[in-house]
Nanobody
Framework: QVQLVESGGGLVQAGGSLRLSCAAS????????MGWFRQVPGKERDFVAA????????EYADSMKGRFAISRDNAKNTVYLQMNMLEPEDTAVYYC????????????????????WGQGTQVTVSS
């Protein structure tokens, strides 16, 4: 049974930082690309960042470039999202996702490209 468990969310002031973690189990982690998405109530789930199996390729949504960094530790079956210079607009539930492909391809920003999802972790940025 595949499980993705996010942690590290919380309340932070604008300009602050958080690091999210996503621990994967029940899958062969190195055969999966990983992604982070976020969602606010009443809106669609939006792409944040993605990483291929080795960490050699990363992709970001435009508004996250330079502020967020995705990384992975294949020895720990864990993917991370370092979030810096947080803004109130970053407030959302953040979801980790796994895609059954080593490569990101060209459709990494679609939710439909991912096979498994975590339960989400709330990030709240106060002004």
């Amino acid at each position: 049974q595949v499980q993705l468990v996010e942690s590290g969310g919380g309340l932070v002031q604008a300009g602050g930082s958080l690091r999210l973690s996503c621990a994967a189990s029940g899958l062969t982690f190195i055969t999966y690309s990983m992604g982070w998405f976020r969602q606010v109530p009443g809106k669609e789930r939006d792409f944040v960042a993605a990483i291929n199996w080795s960490g050699g390729r990363t992709e970001y949504a435009d508004s996250m470039k330079g502020r967020f960094a995705i990384s992975r530790d294949n020895a720990k079956n864990t993917v991370y999202l370092q979030m810096n210079m947080l803004e109130p607009e970053d407030t959302a539930v953040y979801y980790c996702a796994a895609r059954a492909s080593r490569v990101l391809g060209s459709d990494y920003y679609y939710t439909r490209s991912y096979n498994y999802w975590g339960q989400g972790t709330q990030v709240t940025v106060s002004s």
